[in-house]
């Protein structure tokens, strides 16, 4: 009844920005992302017949509150889906990226929590199963039960079953890397959950950024097949900046960007022009992910780290997915 899975969290390239149905984590649009090698969630789940409560250890810290409800509420899933309601575990996850600072801790924590209690409760599930699952965690973290480019589903269907993620090729189709240029690792003011929610309630720019995703995600996966860098990048940037205006027409109107993510833009574009392909694309917090192929690694390296403001300039290749051990 004990088991620790890795997971590694994934960066969107079409956005997942908004729920149809929040219970169940059911999104509005389809996303698709890049599970990153970079950065990982190391999950440990042990059941026990005798134990009252689920306790929960976060980078070895007991985690109570709001947190810790969010991880209860998922196990509550598992368990029912296992038919081993009233049994409680100890959980110990740690986390090789920054908690909720937008590098999308939620993704491989949720993932790795699933996949590890899933094992210790002795569910079999499919990875299809175990995607909409995760999904029900943190709807990003469907994409991490996969590696390389994986596309979330949002499905039809009112009880979920076929929303989740699929692969859309493997972590060798294609050397494409991503810096994550680390500015600040602080906890977001407006979490991810939250900030979607004002925005598909309240901006008016939310219904033509859903239009918009169609034609985006066939021409990124066109890209993907292709293998045709300036396609993928130029596409991703743009839906980036899609999701980001929605966030400035909400009300009350909020923006995850600091003067340095801004910086960062402006240096994307300067490699750009002097001929180094480049895009960047940024999730709900202030820190700037670099897309880039791995002949120009240090040209990229060497531009973020010039940037005031920058801590920190991580580079990750293409993941795998979710794995037990
Ligand atoms: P991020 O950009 O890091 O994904 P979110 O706002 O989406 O930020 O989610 C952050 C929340 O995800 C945290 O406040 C916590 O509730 C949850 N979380 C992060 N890491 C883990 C983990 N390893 N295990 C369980 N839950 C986690
Ligand atoms: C901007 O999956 O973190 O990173 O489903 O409420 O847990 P919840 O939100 P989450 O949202 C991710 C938003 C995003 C875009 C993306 O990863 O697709
Ligand atoms: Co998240």
Not at 208 to 224: F, M, N, Q, R, T
């Amino acid at each position: 009844m004990k088991t620790t899975a890795k997971a590694h969290t994934n960066i969107a390239l079409i956005k997942y920005w908004g729920k149809r149905d929040e219970s169940l984590i059911l999104p509005m649009n389809n996303s698709l992302s890049l599970t990153l090698d970079g950065f990982y969630t190391e999950t440990t789940v042990e059941f026990h017949d005798d134990w009252t409560e689920d306790v929960f250890y976060l980078n070895d810290e007991a985690v109570s509150g709001g947190e810790r409800n969010r991880v209860v509420s998922f196990l509550d899933r598992i368990r029912k889906k296992a038919g081993k309601e009233g049994t409680y575990a100890e959980i110990h996850s740690v986390n090789h990226v920054p908690t909720a600072a937008g590098f999308a801790s939620s993704a491989s924590g949720f993932a790795a929590l699933a996949a590890a209690a899933a094992r210790a409760l002795g569910l079999e599930c499919s990875n299809q199963e175990l995607s909409a699952l995760t999904r029900q965690g943190s709807g990003s973290a469907c994409r991490s039960v996969y590696g390389g480019f994986v596309e979330w589903e949002k499905g039809t269907r009112a009880d979920g079953s076929d929303s989740y993620a699929v692969q859309v090729t493997p972590p060798d189709h294609w050397d494409i890397r991503v810096a994550a240029a680390v500015l600040s690792s602080d906890a977001k003011k407006v979490l991810s959950r939250e900030g979607m929610k004002r925005t598909v309630d309240t901006s008016p720019f939310y219904p033509s950024w859903v239009e918009s995703i169609p034609a985006d995600l066939a021409a990124i996966k066109d890209g993907i097949m292709r293998k045709d860098f300036e396609k993928v990048g130029s596409i991703a940037e743009a839906n980036c900046l899609r999701m980001h205006a929605t966030t400035l027409a909400a009300d009350p109107p909020f923006m995850y960007w600091q003067n340095t993510t801004l910086l960062i833009m402006e240096a994307v574009r300067a490699l750009r022009a002097d001929g180094v392909p480049a895009y960047f694309t940024i999730d709900a917090g202030p820190n700037v992910k670099v897309l880039y192929l791995p002949e120009y690694e240090e040209i990229v390296r060497q531009k973020l780290r010039s940037i005031p403001g920058v801590h920190d300039v991580i580079m990750s290749k293409a993941g795998q997915g979710v794995t037990c051990m």
